[in-house]
T-cell receptor
């Protein structure tokens, strides 16, 4: 069975500081990995995804993530936080079979201080 | 196109009442999913469908039923609502990008 663990339910950074949101996964098959963002009272928006190929994936809004198979990790980073980045972030894994089910982590709420 | 839409947006039920949540997509996607979101638990898959006329159980299917009579619609039913089903419900369909999510339905069961 697949699973995702996001380390830290709340992360707080200062505006302009590095954003690092941690995600570790468990999968018995090569995983497809996703990061989604959810702004208050809204649905989920795809930030980026890894399927195959290049392990460093760039997404929208300046975010990127690196797939590290040896560490079973897919951490999300952004060099310089902006106030508008404050939201909840979800990491998810799929094996792209069995109906392509996405299994989500519990989420990390990012706060950005001025 | 309208993407993934959900109706209603909000609903309050009393324990024991029934209701149906409707998810519709106009992108001709085969795969559709129902999730529930609860604080600190992320999104958990309730049921999913890989095509018209097919459904399957997800992680937390108990207390819910689904139907996919038409490709564009995926219905989630609660036959006898319980307070534990108070949640935000999201529908999604599978695209080349990943998963397209609807705006959510906030359900409160009193």
């Amino acid at each position: 069975a697949q699973s995702v663990t996001q380390l830290g339910s709340h992360v707080s950074v200062s505006e302009g500081a590095l954003v690092l949101l941690r995600c570790n996964y468990s999968s018995s098959v090569p995983p497809y990995l996703f990061w989604y963002v959810q702004y208050p009272n809204q649905g989920l928006q795809l930030l980026l995804k890894y399927t195959t190929g290049a392990t460093l994936v760039k997404g929208i809004n300046g975010f990127e993530a690196e797939f590290k198979k040896s560490e079973t990790s897919f951490h999300l980073t952004k060099p310089s936080a902006h106030m508008s980045d404050a939201a909840e972030y979800f990491c998810a894994v799929s094996d792209n079979n069995q109906g392509g089910k996405l299994i989500f982590g519990q989420g990390t709420e990012l706060s950005v201080k001025p | 196109n309208a993407g993934v839409t959900q109706t209603p947006k909000f609903r309050v039920l009393k324990t024991g009442q029934s209701m149906t949540l409707l998810c519709a997509q106009d992108m001709n996607h085969e795969y559709m999913y129902w999730y529930r979101q609860d604080p600190g638990m992320g999104l958990r898959l309730i049921h999913y469908s890989v095509g018209e006329g097919t459904t399957a159980k997800g992680e937390v299917p108990d207390g819910y039923n689904v139907s996919r009579l038409k490709k564009q619609n995926f219905l989630l039913g609660l036959e006898s609502a319980a307070p534990s089903q108070t949640s935000v419900y999201f529908c999604a369909s599978r695209s080349g990008r990943g998963r397209d999510f609807g705006p959510g339905t906030r359900l409160t069961v009193t």
